[in-house]
C-alpha cells in the first residue's frame, strides 16, 4: 500500500513538473473586449502561441475599460498583476506618474525590437499626448487597437428623406429634424442618438474651438466651449426632440446606440469606429460613415487602448509581454485585426500595403477613420486628466440633456473642480 | 474531577468552533477593521497612501452624501413596507394545502432564486422605453410609455418595484410557516365568540405573527440596505444621481474614482448604520412581539 501511494505520488510529481527544458514562459494579458472584438483577440492569442515555442500568453477578460483598470489596481497591490494589459489613452498619465508602468524604449530598441518609425504617427503614443511644453516621457505605450468616433448613418433611410450627409452642426441639426418620426407622442424614429460621454463631449469641445486645459497644463479652461458643446445636445434633445440620449452609463449608453441604429430606431449615431464590423454585419441596411461635423473647426479625439508592460512583473514574463506586443502590432496582424473590428491598422506599411489598399476600395467606410486622423486632437500628458474625466465630466453630463441643471452651472462647476484636481497633483 | 472535565468540554468546544470563527475572522472582522484604518488616509491605490485624519468622514458630511442617504433608505423602506404587505397578502391567500396554492408557491418563490444579473437584465429589456414588453402593453390599453429606467424621478421607485417582484418569494414563505405555526385552536374558540374575518385577523393573526413580521422586517432592512447588483446592472446609479444607493455609492468612490479612504470611511459609517438599525429594531419590537402563546 505504501509503495502504491509512492508510485503514485512519483507519478504525480512528474506530471506536474513535466520536461522542463522546453517549457514556454507564461505571461498573462488582461484584455477589455467582450463579444465579437473578443473572439477576434482571444484567436489572436491562440495564433501568436502556435507561431512560437518561447513564450505562452494566456489572455483573460476583465470586464470594460474601467472594470478592467480597477482590477489592474488591485492586483498591482497584491503583486498578482498580469505582464501586459491594455488601457484607454486617458488612464496612462496617472500610471505612468504612479510608476506602475515599464518603459518600453529599451525593448524597442533592442535585439527583438521593432520599427518604430513604421507606426502611424497619429496612433502613437506621442501622438495621443500633449506634453504641455514640458519633457515628452520616454515610450512606455504601444497602440493596440486604436479608434476615432465617426457618423454612422443608415444610407437608405438618408437616401428615401433625400437628406444629405451633413458636415457641420447646422447641417447635422437640420438632418435630424428630418428624419425624425413621430406617431402622436410618441417618437418611432430619432434623426439623431450620441451617447452623452466623455468622449463625444471632448470631440465636440474641440469642434467649438475650445480645449480641456491651457497650454502649460496649469489650468482648466474648458467652461465656454465645452457649455457651447454639452448646449448642443441639450438643444437636440429637449428643443427639437430629435435626438435620443441613450440611458445608462459608460458603454451601456453605447449599446443601446447601437442596437437602436442596427433596429433602425434612429437614422444617425456617432459611435467608434471600433464598431464598424458588428454593425456592416448586422444592419439589414447599408451603412454610411463620415467625419464628425464640424463647428468652428473640424476636430476628433483618439480612443481605443495601448499595450502597456507593469513594472512589477517578473523580467522573463514582461520580455514573453513584449514579444506578444510586437507580433501583435506587426502589419500582418494589425491588418487582420483591423479587418476584423473597425480598429485602425497601427503601421504605415500595413496601412499602405496592397491588401489594405485594395480592401478600402472595397470596403471604404473602413479608410473614414483613419483619414479623419488628419484632424486629431491630443489629450493633455496631466496626471489630473483621469479624474477629469471620470470624476468631473463623465457622471454629470447628463443632468443638463435631462433638465435637472443647466450646461452653464454644470461647466461652471466642473471647471472649478477640475482646477482643484490639478492644484493637488501639482504639490 | 468534573472541573477538569468541564474544562476539557471547554477547549473542545473552541476546537470545534475554531476552524469557522478563524475563517470569520478571515474574511469578515479583518476586512471590516481594514477599512477603519484606511478610513483616515488617502489612498488610490497606486500611490502610497497619506495620512488625511479624519478629513474623508468631513468629505462625506455633503449634499451629495445626503441624497445617497435619501436614496438608499428610499429604496430601502419602499422594498420592506411593499415586500412584508404583499408578502403576508398572497401568504393570507395561499395559505392552503390545495394543489393550486402549491403551484403558485412554486412560481412565486422561484423569482427569488434566481441570480439579480439575470433579474436585472431581464427588466431593462422588458421596461425599453421604446419595445420593452411592458410599454407594449401600455401602449395595447392606450397608455402613455412611461421612462422607467431613465427618468431621475421614476428611476429609483422602478428599482423598488423590480426588488420586490424579485424578493416576494421571501417574505411568502417566512409568512407560510408563521400562519402554520398558529394554533388552529384559537380560530375556534374565535369563531364560538363570534369574530369575523378582519376580527381574527387583527387579534390574532397579526400579534401572532409579530415575531416573524419582526424578523422580516430585521433581515429584508438588511438586505435592501446592501443592494447593489440591481444597481451595478439596471442604472449605474443613474439616470444623474438618482438611484446611487449606499453600497453603489461605495463601490463607486472606490473602483471607479479610486478614493479608498473616502470610500473606506462610508464603508465605517455603514456599518454603524447597520447596527444602530438592528438594535432599534430589536428594542422597539422586543416590547411588541409576543414570543409565546
Known amino acids: 500500500m505504501r509503495r502504491m501511494l509512492a508510485v503514485v505520488l512519483g507519478l504525480m510529481w512528474v506530471a506536474c513538473a513535466g520536461p522542463a527544458a522546453a517549457d514556454p514562459i507564461v505571461a498573462q494579458f488582461w484584455y477589455s473586449f467582450g463579444g465579437k472584438n473578443r473572439e477576434v483577440t482571444e484567436a489572436h492569442i491562440k495564433k501568436f502561441n502556435e507561431s512560437q515555442s518561447k513564450y505562452r500568453i494566456e489572455g483573460t477578460f476583465q470586464g470594460d475599460y474601467f472594470q478592467a483598470l480597477a482590477k489592474i489596481r488591485a492586483a498591482a497591490i497584491t503583486k498578482t498583476a498580469p505582464a501586459a494589459f491594455h488601457v484607454v489613452g486617458e488612464a496612462l498619465p496617472n500610471l505612468w506618474q504612479a510608476g506602475l508602468l515599464e518603459s518600453m524604449e529599451e525593448y524597442a530598441k533592442g535585439p527583438n525590437g521593432t520599427d518604430l518609425a513604421d507606426f502611424v504617427p497619429g496612433l502613437t503614443q506621442a501622438g495621443y499626448f500633449d506634453y504641455l511644453g514640458k519633457k515628452p516621457a520616454p515610450l512606455f505605450a504601444v497602440p493596440f487597437f486604436r479608434s476615432t468616433p465617426i457618423l454612422y448613418y443608415n444610407a437608405d433611410m438618408l437616401a428615401a428623406k433625400g437628406v444629405k450627409v451633413p458636415t457641420t452642426w447646422d447641417e447635422l441639426r437640420a438632418a435630424a429634424g428630418k428624419l425624425t418620426v413621430r406617431e402622436g407622442d410618441d417618437t418611432k424614429v430619432y434623426g439623431f442618438e450620441v451617447p452623452v460621454d466623455w468622449w463625444f463631449w471632448y470631440g465636440l469641445l474641440h469642434q467649438a474651438g475650445g480645449s480641456l486645459m491651457t497650454a502649460d497644463g496649469k489650468k482648466a479652461a474648458f467652461r465656454e466651449k465645452g457649455q457651447e458643446a454639452l448646449q448642443f445636445w441639450v438643444d437636440l434633445v429637449n428643443r427639437d426632440k430629435t435626438m435620443k440620449q441613450p440611458p445608462g452609463k459608460d458603454y451601456s449608453a453605447w449599446e443601446v446606440a447601437n442596437t437602436d441604429f442596427i433596429n433602425q430606431r434612429v437614422g444617425m449615431i456617432f459611435t467608434s469606429t471600433a464598431f464598424l464590423n458588428y454593425m456592416t454585419e448586422n444592419a439589414k441596411f447599408k451603412v454610411g460613415t463620415a467625419f464628425l461635423p464640424a463647428k468652428a473647426k473640424a476636430a476628433v479625439p483618439t480612443g481605443g487602448t495601448y499595450f502597456v508592460l507593469l513594472k512589477d512583473a517578473p523580467t522573463p514574463q514582461k520580455e514573453a509581454g513584449w514579444a506578444f506586443i510586437k507580433w501583435m502590432t506587426e502589419p500582418e496582424q494589425t491588418i487582420s485585426l483591423s479587418k476584423a473590428t473597425g480598429y485602425m491598422p497601427v503601421r504605415l506599411s500595413a496601412v499602405n500595403s496592397p491588401a489594405m489598399q485594395s480592401f478600402y476600395k472595397d470596403n471604404p467606410n473602413y479608410k473614414v477613420a483613419l483619414d479623419q486622423l488628419k484632424t486629431a486632437q491630443r489629450f493633455p500628458f496631466s496626471p489630473a486628466l483621469f479624474d477629469i474625466q471620470r470624476e468631473v465630466i463623465q457622471p454629470n453630463l447628463e443632468a443638463a440633456v435631462l433638465g435637472t441643471k443647466t450646461s452653464a452651472e454644470i461647466m461652471a462647476t466642473a471647471e472649478q473642480k477640475a482646477n482643484e484636481i490639478i492644484g493637488k497633483h501639482d504639490k | 474531577m468534573a472541573a477538569r472535565r468541564a474544562r476539557r468540554d471547554a477547549w473542545l468546544g473552541y476546537a470545534l468552533v475554531g476552524p469557522s470563527l478563524a475563517l470569520f475572522g478571515l474574511v469578515y472582522l479583518y476586512p471590516v477593521a481594514y477599512s477603519a484604518y484606511v478610513s483616515v488616509f488617502e489612498w488610490d491605490l497606486m500611490t502610497p497612501k497619506r495620512y488625511v485624519g479624519l478629513a474623508n468622514y ?62 436585472s437584465l431581464l427588466w431593462v429589456w422588458m421596461l425599453d422605453p421604446q419595445y420593452g414588453l411592458v410599454t407594449y402593453g401600455l401602449r395595447l390599453v392606450g397608455l402613455r410609455p412611461v421612462n422607467w429606467l431613465g427618468s431621475p424621478s421614476v428611476a429609483l421607485w422602478t428599482l423598488v418595484l423590480v426588488t420586490v417582484w424579485k424578493t416576494i418569494g421571501y417574505p411568502l414563505v417566512i409568512y407560510l410557516a408563521g400562519l402554520q405555526a398558529i394554533p388552529g385552536d384559537f380560530y375556534e374558540a374565535a369563531a364560538l365568540d363570534g369574530a369575523t374575518g378582519w376580527k381574527r385577523f387583527r387579534f390574532i393573526t397579526w400579534p401572532l405573527l409579530s415575531p416573524t413580521t419582526l424578523f422580516l422586517v430585521v433581515t429584508l432592512t438588511i438586505a435592501s440596505f446592501q443592494g447593489f447588483d440591481i444597481v451595478k446592472i439596471m442604472t449605474q446609479g443613474g439616470p444623474i444621481t438618482s438611484t446611487m444607493i449606499y453600497v453603489y455609492y461605495i463601490y463607486e468612490q472606490a473602483f471607479q474614482y479610486f478614493r479608498l479612504g473616502r470610500a473606506s470611511a462610508a464603508v465605517v459609517i455603514f456599518f454603524g448604520l447597520i447596527l444602530l438599525l438592528t438594535l432599534l429594531q430589536w428594542l422597539v419590537f422586543r416590547k411588541r412581539v409576543q414570543y409565546s402563546t
Open chain 2, 58 to 119: 468631513r468629505e462625506l458630511w455633503s449634499p451629495e452624501f445626503g441624497e445617497v442617504l435619501v436614496n438608499t433608505a428610499c429604496y430601502s423602506g419602499g422594498v420592506v413596507v411593499l415586500a412584508l404587505g404583499l408578502g403576508l397578502a398572497l401568504a393570507l391567500l395561499l395559505n392552503d394545502r390545495s394543489r393550486l396554492s402549491a403551484g403558485l408557491q412554486a412560481c412565486i418563490f422561484s423569482s427569488y432564486i434566481v441570480s439579480w444579473v439575470a433579474v
